[in-house]
């Protein structure tokens, strides 16, 4: 089918000539990259986007501060951008985050709009780079080897703010949940073999603790995303970049996102080396796979309802079985599994991509920036239901509990300390072997009276520590 010659304008550049969309605020280059990377189907994250334009504003209003780039130009590309920030024209950004070049064809996208859109402003042609250029003025004193890690930076920022809120709220509901169930005794389970008591709150206050702790860790990290290496250009020396302006650009983006970024005290080590971005990435695997196996513990505990462990019940959100009638699955800690696997998996995918680097760049950063923000995004998403569909609405079975510890002989190991590990051990073969209970048997042999048999193997005695208080 032959395009309408009237529908497009044609554009040039170091490649040759291209048909662009007559209205398309993109042009030349991006169109090549949309071509050349049709790889997700996805496109760039609009916090990127909106980073990006923080920076592009940034670099021109401070370019018009010692006359390298007009005021009036400046303005218009400030417009520009504000538009962008506001959420305007977010659909004219059309590249694959996947892609070649270190990020080329994203720095292209934004100098593009950028550039076609203040020349609008200024009331030029689309398409006609005199009123304003994406290179030459969009683009100046940048390059993407700084502008595009500044906004991944920037994005990765403004995406752990809704994951640092939603961590807090989890570490809260544990800690509610560890208050409600303090006084329910349960087994302790070691190797899935019953081991000794516990509450099962003391079980959830564990749950807090390992929240709490991914939080510290995750904080720790996060400071190294504010350093930026903006003002660097190509490999960290500045070529093409006024001194005034390598050291006023990032105060004043700082000052514009409302971000406490500064610039990093080495731009070249700052262009080198992205190793930053996977110390946020191990951070994030850390709390998936902490987050995991609690979520396996809670599987476990409610598993049956009649045959398997029954001593907690989550609450009920959807059919489980298109085969069985009333069948109903842990769906949502079995989300927060796949959610730990798919970051483990991202976390790996990083890992290479920064040790890939290769002397004054790493161009794998289009690859970094879709796993680590992906991570942080399905992290977000999966505690926020975690919490809303499962652990606000979690019940204990305290009478089921309590059952099992009678009848375990894990209990056992309360009496050691009085009859010696050997005779101990001798009584619990007694207790699988005959069926009888630990407390039938001791009473049996007269070990023990009732009286300090009913103190040593009280249940909530037995989750805390002490001997002293008891006499025979």
Not at 26 to 36: C, D, P, S
Not at 303 to 326: A, D, V, Y
């Amino acid at each position: 089918m032959l395009k309408d010659s009237k529908s497009y304008r044609k554009e040039f550049d170091s490649i040759g000539s291209h048909d662009v969309p007559i209205d398309a605020y993109y042009g030349v280059q991006t169109i090549r990259a949309k071509e050349n990377f049709p790889i997700t189907g996805y496109q760039l994250n609009p916090i990127f986007i909106k980073s990006l334009a923080y920076i592009k504003k940034a670099a021109a209003l401070t370019n018009a501060e010692i006359q390298l780039l007009s005021q009036t130009k400046a303005q218009a590309i400030s417009q520009a951008c504000d538009e962008i920030i506001n959420g305007e024209h977010l659909e004219q950004f059309i590249v694959d985050p996947i892609q070649g070049g270190a990020g080329t064809s994203m720095n292209m996208n934004i100098n593009e709009v950028l550039a076609n859109r203040a020349s609008e402003i200024l009331h030029g042609k689309l398409g006609d780079y005199q009123t304003v250029h994406p290179n030459d003025h969009v683009n100046y004193g940048q390059s993407t080897n700084d502008v595009i890690p500044t906004a991944g930076k920037m994005t990765v920022i403004q995406l752990s703010k809704d994951l640092r809120q939603e961590l807090t709220r989890l570490a809260s509901a544990f800690g509610d949940k560890a208050k409600e169930f303090d006084h329910i005794i349960k087994m302790g389970r070691t190797q899935m073999q019953d081991a000794i008591p516990i509450r099962l709150g003391q079980e959830f206050n564990a749950y807090q603790e390992a929240v709490e702790r991914n939080i510290r860790r995750l904080d720790k990290v996060l400071e190294e995303m504010h350093q930026v290496n903006l003002g660097g250009t190509a490999i960290g020396t500045g070529l093409n970049a006024d001194r005034f302006y390598v050291d006023h650009v990032v105060p004043k983006l700082a000052e514009y996102s409302q971000l406490p970024l500064v610039q990093t005290e080495d731009l070249i080590d700052g262009t080198q080396h992205i190793d930053a971005f996977a110390a946020v990435s191990s951070q994030l695997k850390n709390c998936a796979i902490a987050f995991s196996k609690i979520a396996n513990d809670l599987r476990l505990m409610s598993s049956g309802p009649k045959t398997g462990f029954n001593e907690i019940n989550l609450p009920k959100k959807q059919n489980g079985s298109s085969i069985m009638p009333g069948k109903v699955n842990p769906v949502i800690p079995e989300v927060i599994n796949q959610i730990a696997f798919r970051i483990v998996g991202n976390d790996t995918t990083i890992t290479m991509a920064v040790e890939a680097g290769q002397l004054e760049l790493n161009a794998f950063e289009p690859i970094i920036f879709y796993s680590l923000f992906e991570s942080i995004t399905i992290l977000t998403h999966g505690i926020r239901t975690w919490i809303d569909n499962c652990i606000v609405g979690i019940t204990a079975n305290a009478g089921r509990s309590q059952e099992m510890v009678e009848n375990s002989i894990g209990i056992i190991t309360a009496i050691v300390p009085f009859v010696g590990y050997q005779k101990a051990a001798d009584l619990a073969n007694q207790a699988l072997a005959s069926g009888k209970s630990v407390r039938e048997l001791i009473l049996e042999e007269k070990l023990l009276s009732s009286e300090t048999l009913y103190k040593i193997l009280d249940p909530y005695k037995m989750t805390e520590p002490g001997i002293s208080d008891i006499n025979e």
